[in-house]
């Protein structure tokens, strides 16, 4: 136990390698020394300590540095105006309590808490807390064990009003930044629910972009995800050029969630402050081989800030946007890959009573990538009569898909007549999708489109309808099979004669090696 109450001319205590080991307990109380001390080794009780200040000296402390202390599981930081920075990383402290712990700190500006692998909660950032600490800038906190951590360099370029990084194996703990955000002005954080090491490499300032991380980064992140199945056999085959399916972009923005392998109690999680901060604050969203059933389970979600959202190997999901989720004003990217219970992206009715006046959903939807979903049904319902910004389709491996874009129970009539709009699509790429007879279940009018490749759709009846190309005005370009081009429905305003003449893809027959290919 080490006491330094009351030592107000200390400017800076620095434990990294000078402290004993099985140091348990520290304390430093601006008010003075305790009327009593315990007999015990342990830190002197609420009662036994001053009330008020035995003179008028604030405490010169600004930077405390319990770093290494491996055993240091509880402390006591009272009365300290000028303390900067409190650094705890490496200790064995589980709760962190702002309540009783660390109390009348009201220019602390840094916390670090790197390699607290026993850390279970921070307590309380509330409103109360907050106007305690008005300049908080920056907050780490890395729960993994120390070798696997790092401390993040701080680009100081940056202007934020609070900036949060935190790798985390409990999803409980998100809960510390809850109160915390709601009170803040501007902030930045980034979220990592993870044992995994590799993400030593990601946390770090200096390699976040407003919208791609490094190029180091990027190939990490490919590395990651798996080679498609069967990569093996199609290799004796010849794989076809549109099976490669692109991998995902290493997009993460100022608000930034990310939940994978290792993580613990996330669907607890999901439940409360986790659930809220991804649907109230999250910018981009990143969720990958996690066993959950839902992202978000309760609650009413107006999805306001996301843009980009990455769903991958999540076997046991069943939707990804849950019932009560709405809106979704921002989403630009979202991609979604070996999810192999998912049966929509969102499902039908998730909407009630003001939200069916809601027009503004999906408009700003750029990419929308679909890779071995085998259980989905549709992807998205529609109660809007125009996708404004979709440019890109991109669906492999979906077995059970029959439409893309189905009716809501809600929908403007005129929907039905004229159809929906998609003004800025140019790319649409199907592949091995066998049950999809229609894109959308009514017509769907398509002026931009530029490329079609579909094969293994045998079911597909009917092409987007694009305009009457005039002079000059190259027609769209598709590759499709010749038995599924010559099933296809037409009517008078959509004619084969609006597209260039079709490639027939033959490489369905060429002659297969004469092995079993049994799993």
Not at 282 to 303: N, Q
Request: proline residues 7%; glycine residues 6%; aromatic residues 10%.
């Amino acid at each position: 136990m080490l006491i330094l109450d009351g030592c107000d001319g200390l400017e800076n205590i620095v434990a990294l390698g000078r402290l004993p080991p099985p140091i348990k307990y520290f304390s430093l109380d601006g008010y003075g020394p305790a009327s009593q001390r315990t007999p015990t080794v342990e830190l002197p009780p609420i009662h036994f300590r001053l009330s008020t200040a035995e003179d008028k000296n604030d405490i010169s402390t600004s930077k405390i540095s319990l770093e290494g202390c491996t055993k240091l599981e509880s402390l006591f930081l009272r009365g300290i105006p000028n303390l900067v920075e409190p650094d705890l990383s490496g200790t064995a402290i589980k709760i962190l309590d702002f309540r009783t712990m660390v109390v009348q700190v009201p220019r602390l500006k840094r916390l670090y808490l790197i390699g607290c692998k026993h850390l279970r909660a921070i307590i309380c950032f509330q409103s109360r807390f907050c106007a305690l600490i008005p300049e908080l800038e920056l907050m780490c906190i890395d729960t993994r064990a120390a070798t696997l951590s790092s401390r993040p360099f701080i680009d100081n370029s940056r202007s934020f009003g609070l900036q949060v990084q935190m790798v985390i194996l409990d999803a409980r703990i998100a809960h510390a930044l809850k109160d915390l955000l709601d009170h803040s002005k501007e902030v930045f954080f980034n979220i990592w629910i993870t044992m995994s090491p590799v993400y030593d490499r990601f946390v770090q300032f200096e390699a976040i972009n407003k919208y791609k991380i490094s190029p180091n980064s990027q190939a990490i992140l490919q590395h990651l995800t798996p080679a498609g199945w069967y990569t093996d056999v199609l290799s004796m085959v010849g794989d076809p050029p549109m099976q490669a399916f692109p991998q995902p972009p290493a997009t993460r923005l100022d608000i930034h969630i990310e939940i994978a392998e290792g993580s613990c109690h996330v669907e607890s999680g999901l439940k409360g402050a986790l659930g809220y901060l991804m649907g109230c604050f999250a910018e981009s969203l990143y969720l990958h081989d996690v066993l959950i059933h839902a992202i978000i389970p309760k609650g009413e979600y107006k999805w306001l800030h996301l843009r980009w959202c990455c769903v991958e190997r999540c076997p046991k999901l069943d939707t990804v946007f849950p019932s009560g989720s709405c809106e979704f004003p921002k989403l630009e990217t979202l991609w979604a890959s070996e999810l192999l219970m998912a049966r929509w992206i969102w499902s039908k009715g998730s909407r009630h009573g003001w939200y069916t006046d809601n027009t503004n959903s999906f408009k700003n939807l750029k990419h929308l990538h679909l890779h071995s979903c085998p259980r989905l049904h549709f992807v998205l319902p529609v109660w809007v009569s125009s996708f404004p910004s979709l440019e890109t389709l991109h669906l492999i491996h979906c077995g059970d898909l029959v439409h893309v874009f189905e009716l809501d129970g809600w929908h403007p009539e005129e929907i039905i007549s004229h159809g929906v709009l998609f003004p800025k699509l140019r790319t649409i790429h199907f592949h091995d999708l066998p049950k999809l007879q229609h894109i959308c279940d009514v017509k769907m009018v398509a002026p931009a489109l530029k490329t079609i490749k579909i094969r293994g759709c045998w079911g597909l009846q009917q092409l987007p309808s694009v305009q009457a190309p005039g002079p000059g005005v190259k027609k769209p370009t598709i590759e499709i099979e010749k038995e599924v081009w010559d099933a296809l429905e037409w009517d008078a305003d959509h004619r084969p004669d609006h597209f260039e003449a079709p490639v027939h893809s033959r490489y369905y027959k060429k002659k297969l090696p004469k092995v079993s290919f049994l799993r």
